[in-house]
């Protein structure tokens, strides 16, 4: 089908007024944060693929009618809503449909006898967060991206957030939702605490990265919001091994801080800049406990009791709060074209596994990161999302990209592969709340092993033509 047919006819099935095909449209629409997209960008350069149109529905039925005319056509679609990927999952494939939820807004209930609010997809975080806060509320769910990404992008990659040790990840938020399937059938998961009545049905479409439904509605758990109540505390620690043994020591004993935070001294100093207050080499550990006061009074004594056995120097609140105020900043600078006038290539990469060997995989990647890679201009990390099992790192990086704007991708590739490969060497997971998007795909084979051909089994039965966000979690089979 020729673009003008498929305009045409999307046009035919929602309206002109829905349907987008002009050039600044589409690339904004296309346009992720991956760091080498972001250089080849500030370059001048746009080497991500083009898509025929944008489609933009405001109900369930538009999505509806878009994806069954879609799909009779056998046309390529990419879902987005908030458009804050950093994993090229929203680069759509040539001459493919986008599919922007964006249009879709608003609270559609605040249930405060069941602790739920119910938001359509294109509802952005910080807009819902807001109205929850002035009636006493919280999701509980702060991503660093919480000024950018909607509800459906969230719940799309399995999301999580800075209090995630408190609250969980999406996984754990979401009660209920509604999503429409590629034929244009349209399902809801009801809302309920628990029910015991075959799988979990929710987990099909959470983190399903737009390759399987587009979700139109979800219904997330409230917790009471209580700013005022929060206990912070700073420490820093010998090392990173020492930081995780003290969060293990916690977490394991089954106490729920808020936000735990452990960062090596790379990051204390080019990351948080916090240098002055954190003595040379160490790590840094911030705190905060929240909820009813005496839970959250009962948490921090506990953590400062383990600060003691742990020879773990008090830095007080202040590092925690100066963290707080600045830290989704980089939202607002992620295009200013900075990391490109210093020549180099800048991003984030996070993995999870256990605790038996997070710190291996700290180690091994660090020391690869700086003794392999000859251009790399700074390499360091921290954890943040921890469980009685183990946590994440988010590692960080800088390298030199002299080559310019061509040879960015694979430069960036080759950096992220050494993360990937010794996280999965100690059988680590590559991605703990980014997702797959594009650039991890090829490492989904050995992440999810014998449990991959599920996957497929799961897009042939939902997907059966193959029209959903082609090219992610998915590696195309010959
Ligand atoms: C500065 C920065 C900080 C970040 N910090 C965090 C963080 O702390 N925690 C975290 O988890 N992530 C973080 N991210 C990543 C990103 O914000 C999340 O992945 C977020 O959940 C994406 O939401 P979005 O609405 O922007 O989705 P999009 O970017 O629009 O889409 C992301 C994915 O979801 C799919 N999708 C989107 N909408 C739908 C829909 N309605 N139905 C089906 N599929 C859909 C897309 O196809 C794509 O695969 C960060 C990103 C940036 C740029």
């Known amino acids: 089908m020729d673009k003008q047919e498929l305009v045409r006819g999307l046009s035919a099935a929602v309206g002109a007024e829905n349907v987008f095909a002009d050039e600044q449209t589409i690339c904004e629409s296309s346009k992720d944060y991956i760091g080498f997209r972001i ?9 991500a693929p083009r898509a025929a149109c944008v489609v933009r529905p ?4 538009e999505v509806s009618r878009t994806l069954r005319f879609l799909n009779e056509n056998r046309v390529d679609v990419t879902p987005r809503t908030g458009g804050s990927s950093v994993t090229q999952s929203i680069e759509p494939v040539e001459g493919g449909v986008i599919l922007d939820g964006s249009a879709m807004s608003g609270i559609l209930e605040i249930n405060e006898t069941n602790m739920t609010v119910t938001a359509r997809c294109g509802t952005p975080l910080e807009y819902l967060e807001n109205a929850l806060n002035e009636r006493g509320f919280t999701t509980g769910h702060f991503p660093q991206s919480l000024p950018m990404a909607h509800v459906g992008g969230l719940v799309a990659t399995r999301s999580t957030g800075q209090f995630s040790t408190l609250y969980g990840g999406i996984e754990e938020l979401v009660v209920g939702l509604e999503a429409v399937l590629p034929d244009g059938t349209v399902v809801r998961v009801k809302n309920v605490p628990r029910r015991s009545c075959g799988p979990d049905l929710r987990q099909l479409f959470i983190g399903s990265e737009g390759a399987l439904a587009f979700v139109t509605e979800a219904t ?9 109540e929060r206990w912070m505390r700073a420490y820093a620690v010998a090392d990173m091994r020492r930081g995780l043994e003290f969060i293990r020591a916690v977490m394991a004993d089954g106490y729920k801080p808020a936000v735990v935070r452990l960062h090596d001294a790379a990051e204390v100093m080019m990351v948080l800049g916090m240098s002055e207050a954190v003595p040379e080499g160490q790590a840094l550990l911030l705190f905060l406990c929240e909820g009813p006061r005496a839970i959250a009074e009962a948490t921090g004594d506990a953590v400062a009791e383990y600060a003691r056995k742990f020879d773990a120097a008090d830095l007080g609140g202040k590092p925690v709060e100066a ?4 830290r989704n900043d980089v939202c607002r600078t992620l295009d200013n ?5 210093m020549g180099v290539i800048a991003d984030t990469c996070e993995i999870s596994a256990n605790w038996d060997e997070i710190g291996n995989i700290y180690d091994a990647v660090v020391a690869r990161l700086t003794g392999e890679v000859e251009e790399m201009a700074y390499a360091g990390g921290h954890a943040s999302h921890c469980y009685a099992q183990g946590t994440n790192i988010y590692f960080t990086f800088a390298f030199m990209e002299e080559k310019g704007a061509q040879a960015a991708e694979a430069d960036y ?17 590559v991605a703990h709340h980014h997702g797959s998007g594009r650039y991890r795909t ?37």
């Open 39 to 47: 250089f080849e960008r500030a370059d001048g350069k746009s080497f």
């Open 58 to 61: 405001h109900t369930v039925e």
């Open 220 to 228: 997330l758990k409230l917790f009471r919001y209580r700013p005022d």
């Open 323 to 326: 963290w707080f105020r600045t």
């Open 337 to 341: 074209g900075l990391y490109h006038e």
């Open 413 to 429: 590739m080759r950096v992220v592969a050494i993360i990937l490969e010794e996280t999965l060497r100690r059988g680590g997971s």
């Open 442 to 478: 090829r490492f989904m084979p050995e992440e999810h092993g014998s449990s991959y051909e599920l996957m497929y089994r799961l897009k042939d039965a939902l997907d059966p033509n193959g029209i959903m966000n082609k090219g992610v979690l998915l590696v195309e089979r010959k």
